[in-house]
């Protein structure tokens, strides 16, 4: 009697095990495709869809990751000038911001516009020098407008954003999430005049003096997605391909945001992926969807080997290569050096041009002074 009651026992045992392992199976299968599913169309190393009436996330993947923002940070450069000044106050150009690399608007010092063509340059050609222009303008210097613009991030509730210019080029300490950058163009939408200037597609502004400038939106939607109301782009080799618009259905506000992305192609296409998305969840009343993931590295491009070259030991030494490379020792047009590797003898042959001969002697003096 009691041999039979043990193998019975055993054989419950065994049958609830297998129960238990079908269930836990299943759960962890849901999860993993849904997971993966949604990691194989966002490639971003952060992103958001955001019901701007509400402000709930409709969709994420790492929403609270920090990121460079990029140009995006002309964002709330523009939020932070409409705040603080007229848009038909004059801005002249400081030579200073007609210095800022690299992208520009070719601003000049001295050159005159209006606060609201410098918001136009700034936002449709994400120009450096319009940024830089409208600081000075509003706060004297760059330092002072950075501490009104985060001031101003803390206020629309992007605590987790630091910015330390007014354009975005990369630093330390600066940053911003997918979450913050969808708060800061949900904020910046309540100002018509900058939903106005972000779904411009092209325009021209100029000079007191009739110089004109041409503008082209660098937002890519802006010509293939009728719902689109507008958006900011920002690159930089550190920050990669970033993005934040907002887009309009039936009453209804999606605002997206992506930080990270490998491409200009993948942005894109990763926006309209994600503004469905977000419209989905809004229309359909389903439960949101967030991906945490690890945050790995888009792809680099990688810079040419490093090639050695030969120490100089003596200015003696270094105008001997200058002059080697120049041809003038021997007067012909080609002149042959030698250099041992390995234990044999290459051949290499050096034009005769007045740049070689620049070169060879600046990097002589350079290899003499460390």
Known sequence: MEGKLKVESTELKTTERYFLFILLFSLFTFDFSLSTSFAGEVHSR???????????ILYAKNPDLKCPPAST?????????????????????SRNASLTPPHKAGLRARDRFTVE?????????SANDAAVALAETVAGSEEKFVELMNKKAIEIGARDTIFINPHGLPGPGQHTTA????????????????KEIIGTRITEISTEKGKEIFLKNTNKLLWSDDDLVGGKTGYTHNARHCFVCAAERENNMVIVALL??????????ESEILIDKGFGVVGNKEEPVIYLAKADDVPVVKKAAYKKKPRLRSKKSAAKLAKNLSGKESGKHKKTLLAKKK?????????KTRKNYRIAKRFAVDRNKG
């Open 343 to 351: 234990g044999k003898t290459k051949v290499f042959a050096k034009k």
């Open 73 to 93: 940070t002309k964002l709330m450069t523009a939020i932070v000038t409409i705040e603080n000044t007229n848009l038909s106050n004059v801005v002249t150009i």
């Open 117 to 125: 063509e410098m918001l136009y340059a700034a936002l449709l050609g």
């Open 260 to 269: 990270g992305s490998p491409s200009r192609k993948d942005l894109w296409k």
């Open 46 to 56: 952060a992103a958001v869809a955001m019901d701007a009436s509400t402000g709930r």
């Open 179 to 194: 979450s913050d950058l969808a708060k800061i163009m949900n904020y910046a939408l309540r100002y018509p005049n900058l």
